[in-house]
């Protein structure tokens, strides 16, 4: 009976996006979640962003760049991407013949979906003479349609790896866009995508905060409204802003990027104190909600069954590799890791 539940599960995955299995409350999931890494010859790849017991579970953690340039050095037989989609989808696009799991398929990205195939295209075309240079938080289309692909850790050294009488478009992310075309002097045309959760924090609280925490710096993710921005003491990726907060000599941080990077910073120093910076509403809106969709449960379940797997079209997947890879040289020779 209940082996006739799991292949029912199994065969229901694409549709709820995880295993929906009920789980011995008695099992250690860390112990299970090691044991199956090694009997699978798996590596868990981790974004700052997951919650706590995954990132500590991982078997490595960092930013999108980190995560891609991990993801393309294994030499495990099965990837498993605690992150969102596109995330998975990039380590596939580097790993045709490696089994990649995503603990929940239906985590996704609202900057990646604000930028629909169709209508990036159509826009595209109205500047043929444009190269396209893509934040790696898009869908494997966006990337096809793509010149280079950047993160936030790399994308300076991206846009200066380019002529600068070669013009540019970048998507999807505008906020992004607008810091760069600043810190390069370029006058790149931007998509009008952003991120839902850097786009809700309120220079208004945070202006508050600052004045009951007058020796907290802000730092923030250069995926936050200009606003944030200016008023950031350092802007970063997320490895770059937990670097800060570690060599820095102050001791209070008003953090304006997803809470889930609070945790690396605390335990990379637990004697510093790091506050969450608040959004414009009383919701919890600066955790992700796609990133959140993984727990330690579906993590388990993914790694049992081995489900939900990326799958993806070979001509598609080697039209997304190209920048990529330009990307993966690029940092390479610029000495950037994420
Ligand atoms: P980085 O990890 O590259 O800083 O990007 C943050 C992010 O929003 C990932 O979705
Ligand atoms: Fe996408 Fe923003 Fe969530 Fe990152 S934090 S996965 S950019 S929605």
Redesign the pocket.
């Given at each position: 009976m209940a082996d006739m539940h799991i292949a029912n599960e199994l065969k229901k995955i694409t549709d709820i996006g995880f295993l929906d299995i009920e789980i011995d409350p008695q099992l250690d999931l860390f112990r299970e979640i090691e044991r199956l890494k090694n009997q699978k010859k798996a590596v868990l790849l981790a974004?700052?962003?997951q919650e706590p017991d995954i990132q500590d579970v991982a078997d490595f953690t960092?930013?999108?760049?980190g995560l891609a340039q991990q993801a393309a050095k294994t030499d495990a037989d099965m990837i498993v991407f605690a992150g969102?989609h596109f995330?998975a989808e990039t380590a596939k696009i580097l790993n045709p013949n490696k089994k990649i799991l995503l603990p929940d398929l239906k985590a996704g990205?609202s900057?990646a979906d604000s930028a629909p195939v169709g209508l990036f295209s159509q826009f595209k075309s109205r500047y043929p003479d444009h190269i396209v240079i893509s934040y790696?938080?898009c869908s494997a289309e966006i990337k096809a349609l793509s010149d280079i692909i950047c993160?936030?850790?790399n994308a300076q050294a991206v846009i200066e790896s380019v002529p600068e009488y070669q013009p540019i478009i970048f998507a999807p992310d505008k906020n992004l866009g607008a810091f760069l075309n600043k810190k390069t002097g370029r006058n790149m045309v931007l998509w009008n995508g952003a991120?839902m959760?850097?786009e809700i924090f309120s220079l208004e609280k945070i202006t508050r905060l600052k004045i009951r925490h007058p020796d907290a710096k802000l730092i923030a993710?250069p995926?936050c409204e200009e606003a944030v921005l200016r008023s950031a003491d350092f802007i970063g990726?997320?490895?770059q802003l937990l670097k800060f907060a570690i060599k820095d000599d102050a001791m209070k941080y008003i953090v304006a990027?997803?809470t889930g990077i609070l945790h690396q910073m605390e335990k990379s120093a637990p004697h510093k104190t790091f506050i969450p910076a608040p959004p414009n509403n009383s919701c919890a809106c600066n955790d992700?909600p796609h990133?959140k969709l993984n727990t330690l449960e579906k993590l388990y379940l993914c790694m049992e069954y081995e489900v939900p797997e990326i799958v993806m079209d070979e001509q598609l997947r080697l039209a997304a590799l190209k920048p990529i890879e330009r990307m993966l040289e690029i940092s390479r020779k610029a000495g950037l890791v994420?």
């Open positions: 974004h700052y962003y960092g930013d999108s760049l969102v995330m990205c900057l790696i938080n993160t936030s850790s991120c959760v850097h993710h995926e990726s997320t490895t990027t997803e992700c990133m994420g």
